[in-house]
């Protein structure tokens, strides 16, 4: 069992529709990410949080600490929102990666 | 945005050669980090760096080495390649172990 969890592993959404990607974690983190990895490789960090929530745009991030648990959430969602959504967590250096949520939007 | 450069994006080598994959960045970021991803998988560690001068060892690191000599560079080199060490290879650096990540374009490794 991976240290980090998330889900679904895929997830399709009409366009327009509100979105949540979980992510679950066993080990004791001081932070934890929020990454976006489009097809062809490249990673961007959306959020990196240890407390609360953080909102960026259509983009919200949320992580309970008591709980082990985060979510991330998109609204109104958008084709071009259709990646790989990858939450990671750890402390000094040494993080733990989900495998990744495959999201597919529809027009 | 990202200032974070990888070199090769491709490369193709036989077995038993030596590579080694330049990542530069130009963001003045103590932290940097080597990460090894399978298709369809979760990124892995292989190496990371707190400084000039300072590297820790991940969970693949076992067949490779690194060097941080300057600030803004930070090579990872497989000593000897084998078909197993396909994979791609990215390159990450941070202000903070507890902030942002930057990420390169990665470099696609073929062992042969």
């Known amino acids: 069992k991976n240290e980090v969890e998330q889900s679904p592993q895929n997830l399709t959404a009409q366009e327009g529709e509100f979105i949540t990607i979980n992510c679950s974690y066993s080990?004791?983190?001081?932070?934890l990410h929020w990454l976006q990895q489009h097809p062809g490789g490249g990673i961007v960090s959306l959020f990196m949080?240890?407390?609360g929530k953080k909102k960026h745009g259509r983009l919200i991030a949320t992580i309970n600490i008591q709980e082990k648990h985060s979510s991330l959430h998109i609204t109104a969602s958008h084709p071009r929102d259709s990646a790989v959504y990858i939450c990671?967590?750890?402390?000094?250096?040494?993080?733990?990666f989900g495998k990744g949520t495959k999201l597919s939007v529809k027009p | 945005e990202a200032d974070i450069y990888q070199t090769p994006r491709y490369l193709v080598i036989g077995t038993g050669k030596k590579i080694t994959l330049e990542c530069s960045q130009t963001?003045?970021?103590?932290?940097m980090y080597w990460y090894q991803q399978d298709p369809g998988m979760e990124l892995h560690l292989i190496h990371y760096?707190?400084?000039?001068?300072?590297?820790e060892k991940g969970d693949l690191s076992s067949e490779s080495t690194v060097s941080r000599i300057r600030t803004e560079h930070f090579p990872l080199t497989l000593e000897s390649a084998r078909p197993s060490h396909t994979s791609q290879y990215l390159c990450?650096?941070?202000?903070?172990?507890?902030?942002?990540?930057?990420f390169g374009s990665g470099t696609q490794l073929s062992v042969l």
């Open positions: 990450a650096s941070s202000d903070g172990f507890n902030e942002k990540l930057f």
């Open positions: 080990v004791g983190i001081s932070a």
């Open positions: 949080l240890s407390s």
């Open positions: 990671a967590g750890g402390s000094q250096g040494n993080l733990i």
């Open positions: 963001m003045g970021h103590d932290k």
């Open positions: 760096s707190y400084g000039v001068n300072s590297t």
